[in-house]
């Protein structure tokens, strides 16, 4: 954190008061926020004061990166990651070896108890955290360290918020969640593998103006993980109407009939992709005709097969109190709507026997 604000960084980077606030139209339109929350947080975006982001990495793909630094709204990314401040980055920063260890040292004392700490990637316990060291300190007390002057940390993907890959079974490093090593201090849950480059930094630009936002249980922000990707797909009329595709290039398939029966997860699965969608707005992948696999939700790894329909889960992912819940409670209500879509399918089964309607429904 410094005297200047974000306006002065900006200003003194060229960027004009047009360009800002089509950045900040872009923020709110991606939040959702009301009218006057939008004119509330461009005013806030004007007078805040610069802050810090240290961003680590531990055990992941670099995929959250890659889904970062691809964004379609580079005034964003580059508004947080450039001009706001980015002090240490190890896979982006120029810097190497002692010079970046310094660099983040002195990032930290500098703002120590200010600085927003993100993590992707999640954190190995067994061997005494030998599975992944940086600078000669295991992840675990890297994390600890850096996590102790931090105003708040947010976990950048699915293997921060929730163990991801690495924690799948058999989990073999005995990979945690970010959430199972910082308790004293927020911890707001960015979920995806990848997330949405679009919700990562429309979280910390939000944080940054109005603090922690609303989470839900899982601690994932609800402008973007309230719904889930059912509630919000255009393909939902034909789930409604019990028509589903039965395999990726049947007649059911290629009129854009629900795709329930080949897996889908998103009845389940809490995430913006059908809002915000990728690349741009381009499209996400139910609209490029593949099922949602459900990657923002704990334990996607383990439940059993990514084109199978929902159906009872297998796997070690209710380790943690909070995620068997939430699992728990998510399967519960993947099961009941898949039966509701079940015996609904069986009725326009009979009705489409008893009809010599177009295109023909392949589940009859
Ligand atoms: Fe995990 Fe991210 Fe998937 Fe990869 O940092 S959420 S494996 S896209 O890279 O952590």
Redesign the pocket.
């Known amino acids: 954190m410094t005297d200047e604000t974000i306006r002065d960084v900006l200003t003194r980077r060229g960027l004009s008061r047009r360009a800002f606030l089509q950045v900040c139209a872009s923020v709110t339109a991606a939040l959702a926020l009301s009218p006057a929350e939008a004119a509330d947080m461009t005013k806030r975006l004007e007078t805040a004061e610069r802050p810090t982001v240290i961003y680590l990495?531990y055990?992941?793909?670099?995929?959250?990166?890659?889904?970062l630094t691809r964004s379609f709204s580079p005034g964003i990314a580059s508004l947080i990651f450039n001009d706001i401040s980015l002090a240490y980055n190890d896979t982006l920063q120029a810097a190497a070896g002692q010079a970046a260890e310094t660099a983040k040292d002195t990032a930290m004392k500098n703002a120590w108890g200010k600085y927003v700490l993100v993590v992707?990637?999640?954190v190995p316990l067994a061997q005494n955290g030998a599975y992944c060291a940086v600078a000669g300190r295991s992840a675990v007390s890297d994390l600890k360290r850096a996590a102790g002057g931090a105003a708040a940390v947010v976990a950048?993907?699915?293997?921060?918020?929730f163990g991801?890959?690495?924690y799948a079974a058999p989990n073999p490093t005995g990979a945690v969640p970010v959430s199972e090593i910082v308790r004293d201090r927020p911890v707001i849950n960015i979920?995806?593998?990848?997330?949405i480059a679009e919700v990562i930094t429309g979280v910390i630009l939000y944080y940054t103006t109005f603090g922690v936002p609303a989470l839900d249980h899982l601690h994932r922000p609800m402008n973007f993980y309230g719904n889930t990707i059912h509630d919000r797909c255009y393909r939902r009329p034909f789930y409604d109407r019990g028509m589903f595709a039965k395999t990726f290039d049947d007649e059911g398939a290629r009129q854009g009939w629900c795709l329930f029966e080949l897996g889908c997860k998103g009845p389940i699965t809490h995430n913006a992709c059908p809002t915000t969608k990728w690349n741009g707005g381009t499209s996400y992948p139910i609209e490029s005709g593949h099922p949602c696999l459900g990657?923002s939700e704990p334990g996607f790894w383990d439940k059993g097969g990514f084109y199978k329909a929902l159906s009872t889960p297998t796997g070690h992912w209710s380790r943690t109190g909070v995620v068997s819940g939430a699992v728990a409670a998510g399967v519960a209500a993947g099961l009941s709507t898949a039966a509701v879509a079940r015996a609904r399918q069986g009725r326009a089964q009979k009705k489409a026997a008893s009809a010599d309607s177009e295109p023909k429904n392949p589940t009859s």
């Open positions: 990495s055990q992941e793909c670099t995929g959250c990166l890659e889904s992707d990637g999640s950048v993907g699915t293997c921060a918020a991801g890959l690495p979920s995806g593998c990848p997330p990657c």
